[in-house]
């Protein structure tokens, strides 16, 4: 295992958000385990040592453990002993919140008592776990996106590098792609297909990309297009979203959006941000 490797155990009270919690691990790219039994947890911690290929690792350990969960503090004690350190990050809720989420879902509390008095067992259960907790994070009053975001915080992960974004060219003729989340028409830019010499090639090459820096609606499009996303990238991270698709679609995929696609690509990924780039339909004649 690397010294670099970050290990959590995902834990608190039921309905704080812990399975939520490690749907967002896993966006961040961590592998994730759910509800391991506390007795396979040193096996698991002497499996991944051995690793490295696992990358950063997230548990979700909770009140399922029933009375074993008194020996969570004893088991971390040991394997700080061997050099791995893995930290708690508790999910904390108010009584209010717990008891309308519950009632929301519909789902049985795992203590099986009377929602009241489950969720007071429970805070008997975990009180030992809290203290020795890396962060406590109280989830009453959060959005999704609020509680990305403080995950991201606390993991100190730069949001511009977490969110993925694919910037995509098509053509109409063919179908709008299914996964777009935002969707440019650049048809009204004027069309190499209909000069010969340009008519064979593609957006990728410099005497269409030259010819269609030459409409003088292009500069200004491409200007405002550019600051349309950067304006809402920050907004769509805010609020949560892990992947962004920009389509970029012209009659037959092979000129217009490739190129606006590819300079739109590549003005993002010069601000650092994390971009791929696909030109679905190029090959088509």
């Keep these: 295992m690397t010294s670099m490797r970050k290990?959590?155990?995902?834990?608190?009270?039921?309905?704080?958000?812990?399975?939520?919690?490690?749907?967002?691990?896993?966006?961040?790219?961590?592998?994730?385990v759910?509800?391991?039994?506390?007795?396979?947890?040193?096996?698991?911690?002497?499996?991944?040592?051995?690793?490295?290929?696992l990358g950063d690792i997230a548990l979700g350990i909770d009140v399922r453990e029933g009375k074993s969960l008194e020996?969570?503090?004893?088991?971390?004690?040991?394997?700080?002993?061997?050099?791995q350190d893995f930290r708690i990050i508790f999910l904390e809720a108010s009584?209010?919140?717990?008891?309308?989420?519950?009632?929301?879902?519909?789902?049985?509390?795992p203590l099986g008592k009377n929602l009241t008095q489950a969720i007071r067992a429970e805070r008997r259960l975990l009180a030992e776990i809290k203290t020795l907790s890396y962060k406590v994070l109280e989830t009453s009053g959060m959005t999704l996106?609020?509680?990305?975001?403080?995950?991201?915080?606390?993991?100190?992960?730069?949001?511009?590098?977490?969110?993925?974004?694919?910037?995509?060219?098509?053509?109409?003729?063919?179908?709008?792609?299914?996964?777009?989340?935002?969707?440019?028409?650049?048809?009204?830019?004027?069309?190499?297909?209909?000069?010969?010499?340009l008519k064979g090639k593609t957006g990728l090459d410099k005497p269409v990309a030259d010819y269609i820096r030459r409409d003088p609606r292009a500069g200004e499009f491409f200007k405002k297009l550019d600051e349309l996303v950067r304006?809402?990238?920050?907004?769509?991270?805010?609020?949560?979203?892990?992947?962004?698709?920009?389509?970029?679609?012209?009659?037959?995929?092979?000129?217009?959006?490739?190129?606006?696609?590819?300079?739109l690509a590549e003005g993002l990924r010069r601000s650092g941000l994390n971009v791929s780039e696909f030109h679905r339909d190029f090959k088509k004649q």
Excluded: W
Aim: aromatic share 12%; glycine share 8%.
């Design 145 to 197: 996106g609020e509680f990305k975001e403080s995950l991201s915080r606390l993991l100190e992960i730069k949001r511009s590098q977490e969110m993925k974004i694919a910037v995509i060219s098509f053509g109409y003729k063919y179908g709008i792609p299914l996964d777009a989340d935002l969707v440019l028409d650049v048809r009204f830019l004027s069309n190499p297909n209909y000069i010969e010499r």
């Design 231 to 263: 304006f809402l990238i920050p907004l769509y991270m805010k609020e949560g979203k892990s992947y962004l698709t920009i389509a970029i679609g012209c009659t037959g995929g092979r000129h217009r959006s490739v190129f606006i696609a590819r300079e």
């Design 7 to 32: 290990i959590f155990i995902i834990t608190g009270m039921s309905g704080a958000g812990k399975s939520q919690a490690l749907k967002i691990f896993e966006d961040f790219g961590f592998y994730c």
């Design 71 to 83: 020996q969570l503090p004893a088991t971390l004690e040991r394997l700080r002993g061997t050099g």
């Design 95 to 109: 009584d209010a919140a717990l008891i309308h989420r519950f009632s929301e879902t519909r789902h049985r509390h």
């Design 34 to 53: 759910d509800n391991l039994p506390l007795a396979l947890v040193e096996s698991f911690a002497a499996f991944v040592k051995k690793r490295a290929d």
